[in-house]
């Protein structure tokens, strides 16, 4: 086992009716005055909107608020909540939504924080020394984003999609309330599935060596996303399996399913960052167009992974030679996302994409990281674009 830092900080309220506690956990986190930061408007046709502000009404906590969050979340709109903060001297940050509206609430937290332009933190150019608290009220169980330090932006100029990591954007308190996903589209709640399983895999597709516990964890969690998923496809109000996705997306992206590990491969996340950039897919439905030519680009690497994934996740019998048994998982698991209608190709998620964009997609994207990343697998540049052509 690798040495580890495990930092979750986030007071997670979660079960029916949690988001009636918004306003003492602002109170309890030392809120004043709040930016109520959304996205596109299905919190007020839900009308969760309606009912945390008038909590907040009762509570006699003053806040303004602004939505307007894009999936793939915008740089422009970052700026624009800064400078709204800093003339309104709001000091706590609520977001209402899925992982887009907490992304862009963290990056206005930085931006009111830090001198400077707060898109050097997203092109690695200097680290943050601070962020406004955050607290959040979850609408879409997939990015983990409620308790993860991470947040994604993208940069309209060049169409730049780019991750930030620290530990002072980690959400204060986290209310989730499965019933408030019922109301997502079926398309958006298979994504959100996919992602909370690849933020998992992420982390267990590396060289690391001995992680029992932490495998164990991540198997279980994985296991647990794939029976709710497919029970989502039927029967989409159903509670308990939305709490159990729920409570799984959190953990999925809080670290514990990687204490011990070498930090993670992520490449799949990486080359996924570029086709939300170029295409504004939903990030999900990207990481499944892209994970089996990954996948089977790189298995060889880590092979003893791959064949542990494929018997204790995917159920795989036990006999063949390690390969096989290694590509028999890959393809179960690909079949497990046609079952709930996630694409396994570029073509099927939507992308026709020329020479030339898979080309510049994979500068980009080996831009990035650096030059090179990944442990299943270190990959390059060339790497890049031959995953990303085995998956047009
Ligand atoms: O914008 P609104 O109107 O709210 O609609 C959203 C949006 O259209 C809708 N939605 C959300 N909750 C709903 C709902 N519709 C009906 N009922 C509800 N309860 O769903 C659509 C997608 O929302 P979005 O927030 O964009 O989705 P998600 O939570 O998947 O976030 C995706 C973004 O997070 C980044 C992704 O790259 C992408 O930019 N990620 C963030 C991470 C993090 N911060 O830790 C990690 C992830 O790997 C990921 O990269
Ligand atoms: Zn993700």
């Known amino acids: 086992m690798f040495n580890f830092k495990y930092y979750t900080p986030t007071k997670v309220v979660f079960g029916k009716d949690t988001e009636t506690k918004v306003a003492e956990l602002i109170k309890e986190f030392g809120g004043k005055k709040v930016l109520i930061h959304y996205g596109g408007g299905s919190v007020i046709r839900s009308g969760l909107m309606k009912r945390v502000t008038d909590t907040l009404d009762a509570a006699g906590i003053n806040y303004i608020m602004l939505g307007g969050a894009v999936p793939n979340p915008r740089l422009g709109l970052v700026y624009e909540g800064i400078e709204l903060c800093k003339k309104e001297n709001v000091d706590f940050l609520l977001a209402v939504g899925g992982g887009s509206a907490i992304d862009s609430a963290k990056a206005i937290g930085y931006g009111v924080t830090n001198e400077g332009d707060v898109w050097d933190f997203y092109d690695y150019k200097r680290e943050a020394k601070a962020c406004l608290p955050i607290g959040v009220i979850l609408t879409l169980s997939a990015t983990g984003s409620e308790m993860s330090d991470s947040s994604v932006i993208t940069k309209e100029e ?160 036990n006999s063949g030679t390690d390969e096989e048994i290694a590509v028999k998982g890959i393809e179960a698991l690909e079949a497990f996302y046609r079952e709930i209608n996630m694409p396994t190709n570029l073509r099927e998620l939507g992308v026709n994409a020329t020479d030339e964009e898979l080309a510049e997609m994979a500068h980009k994207c080996a831009v990035g990281v650096g030059g090179a990343m990944g442990s299943a697998k270190l990959l390059n540049e060339d790497d890049m674009l031959a995953i990303f052509r085995a998956c047009k």
């Open 158 to 317: 060049g169409l730049v999609k780019r991750g930030y990591s620290s530990d002072y954007s980690r959400p204060k308190f986290a209310i989730m309330n499965p019933e408030l996903t019922m109301t997502l589209p079926d398309y958006q709640t298979a994504c959100g599935c996919t992602d909370i399983m690849m933020h998992t895999m992420e982390r267990y597709f590396t060289q690391g060596g001995n992680m029992e516990l932490t495998d164990s964890i991540a198997e279980g969690l994985l296991r647990t996303v794939m029976n709710n998923a497919k029970i989502l496809v039927k029967d989409p109000k159903n509670y308990e399996a939305r709490a159990e996705v729920m409570w799984a997306g959190s953990l999925a992206h809080n670290d514990l399913t990687g204490c011990g590990n070498d930090g993670g491969d992520w490449m799949a996340h990486k080359l996924e960052h570029e086709l939300g950039g170029l295409y504004d897919v939903a990030h999900g439905a990207g990481l499944a167009a892209v994970w089996g030519s990954w996948a089977r680009y790189v298995y060889k690497n880590c092979l003893p992974r791959f064949k542990k994934f494929a018997i204790n996740v995917m159920g795989v019998e």
